[in-house]
């Protein structure tokens, strides 16, 4: 732990670096806000933070950088409730207010919303399929020789498959066989889908067998959750170092390793992973500010966003906060 002074020198030393991305000085530490001592005895507090780990200097006679170190202190002893403000918060409302449609279509603007919220890349990381289960399905006439049966999951996530009727099936047989499967797929594992009893009529179980076929694909499904990345030109401008801006792209073109960071972070109990903490080498000079998604109070996916470790944490967490809130509570209605 830091005393109060050794805090808010450390707090005005991070805010400077994230707005300036240069080194600090006592100078301009003396001039922060609850910094109210001499710049002779900050230059020395400076210097034990950088003793203790807190503070880097860069070279010789240059100011002061926050070490990975430096930005935990500063993230977990944020004053007050993180908020996002008046503009941003109107632009996540009225996003949510017009957003409709499919699922896949939400979580990648969602993404776009949330990087441009940021300036920073985002990463949404969808439903698994492997654990939604059917919340409905209908089977939809179009002609007399083609139909829909349109099946909705768990996660909020529609599925459409085309099938072609057998011979004389009209309305009355697509309701019986809608109401038919409904009956014994509803809260059934998308997944894994239980065998459908016959029901003594021929032409409504071949309309639930043609169904059933096209509900079923045809390589298994392996429940990979789709990751949605948008704002990767932000983190490429956030580096001097190609080396460094190659490395970050590399990682997340790799969906699996995402998708498992995201997790792992979550299942760690943070919010926030900086440098050596995402556990991923390439991504030692990023953090990654995540929050869950939930649909009935279950975690369905994940949300975040991605950049330098010199990040504006407090927008960055803000932002996170408030549009898995909302995604969250646009899935539920469904």
């Not at 918060?89 to 896949?104: D, I, K, S, T, Y």
């Not at 969906?255 to 995201?262: E, F, I, S």
């Amino acid at each position: 732990m830091l005393d109060d002074r050794k805090a808010a020198i450390l707090r005005a030393v991070v805010e400077e670096y994230i707005e300036t991305a240069q080194p600090v000085g006592s100078g301009h530490v003396a001039a922060a806000p609850g910094v109210d001592v001499s710049s002779a005895t900050i230059r020395n507090e400076m210097a034990q933070l950088e003793a203790d780990g807190y503070l880097l200097q860069p070279h010789t006679s240059a100011g002061r950088v926050p070490t990975e170190k430096g930005y935990r202190f500063f993230v977990d002893h944020l004053r007050g409730p993180v908020r996002l403000p008046g503009a941003s918060a109107e632009q996540v409302r009225a996003f949510f207010q017009r957003a409709h449609g499919e699922v896949e279509d939400m979580l990648a603007a969602t993404g776009r919303l949330l990087s441009n919220l940021t300036d920073l890349a985002s990463v949404v990381v969808s439903p698994s399929s492997a654990e939604a289960t059917v919340r409905s399905v209908q089977l939809v006439g179009l002609t007399s020789s083609a139909a829909l049966v349109v099946l909705v999951l768990s996660d909020g996530s529609i599925e459409k498959h085309a099938l072609e009727p057998p011979e004389g099936a009209g309305d009355e047989r697509l309701g019986a066989a809608t109401a038919h499967l409904t009956l014994h797929l509803r809260d059934a594992s998308r997944s894994s889908l239980p065998v459908v009893p016959a029901t003594g009529d021929e032409t409504t179980d071949d309309l639930v067998l043609r169904a059933l076929d096209a509900l079923s694909p045809d390589e298994p499904r392996d429940g990979m959750s789709h990751l949605y990345i948008d704002g990767t030109f932000r983190v490429a401008q956030a580096f001097d170092a190609i080396e460094t801006v190659r490395s970050v792209l590399g990682i997340l073109e790799q969906q699996y390793v995402v998708v498992t960071l995201l997790r792992d972070v979550l299942d760690r109990g943070l919010q926030v992973a900086i440098g050596s903490e995402t556990g991923v080498a390439p991504l030692a000079e990023c953090a990654l500010v995540v929050a869950p998604y939930e649909i009935e109070g279950e975690r369905f996916g994940t949300i975040g966003v991605l950049g330098p470790t010199r990040m504006n944490y407090p927008q960055a967490l803000a932002a996170v906060a408030v549009v898995s809130d909302r995604l969250s509570d646009r899935l539920a209605e469904g």
